[in-house]
């Protein structure tokens, strides 16, 4: 059974930093991307940063574009995102999410999430930027 555990939301200011982290078991953490996604009330879930199943490749909404970094650490089977000078707008809930296909080819795809109901999934962790 896949089971994803993240952590490390909270409330922050603007302009602030967090990390959050997610822990995959269950599957061979190498042979698959990862990705965080957010939701916010009323709006679909959209990736914000994914990373391919060999760490060779990123994918980041443009949003968070030189704000945001994904990362992985595959002897302990998480995944990173470090969010710096954080908006108001980066506020929702955040998921991190394993890919069910392996060694997938193209990470783009995968972080559109257009097949997102084939995805493991976390519970997710609340992030709120606010003064």
């Known amino acids: 059974q896949v089971q994803v555990v993240e952590s490390g939301g909270g409330l922050v200011q603007p302009g602030g930093s967090l990390r959050l982290n997610c822990t995959v078991s269950?599957?061979?953490?190498?042979?698959?991307?990862m990705g965080w996604f957010r939701q916010t009330p009323g709006k679909e879930r959209e990736g914000v940063a994914c990373?391919?199943?060999?760490?060779?490749?990123?994918h980041y909404l443009d949003s968070v574009k030189g704000r945001f970094t994904i990362s992985k650490l595959n002897r302990k089977k998480t995944v990173y995102l470090e969010m710096n000078n954080l908006k108001p707008d980066d506020t929702a809930m955040y998921y991190c999410?394993?890919?069910?296909?392996?060694?997938?080819?193209?990470?783009?795809?995968?972080?559109?999430?257009?097949?997102?109901?084939?995805?493991?999934w976390g519970q997710g962790t609340q992030v709120t930027v606010s003064s």
């Open positions: 990373i391919s199943w060999s760490g060779g490749s990123e």
């Open positions: 999410a394993a890919d069910s296909t392996p060694q997938r080819v193209w990470l783009f795809e995968f972080c559109s999430g257009s097949d997102q109901h084939s995805y493991y």
């Open positions: 269950g599957l061979t953490f190498d042979d698959y991307a």
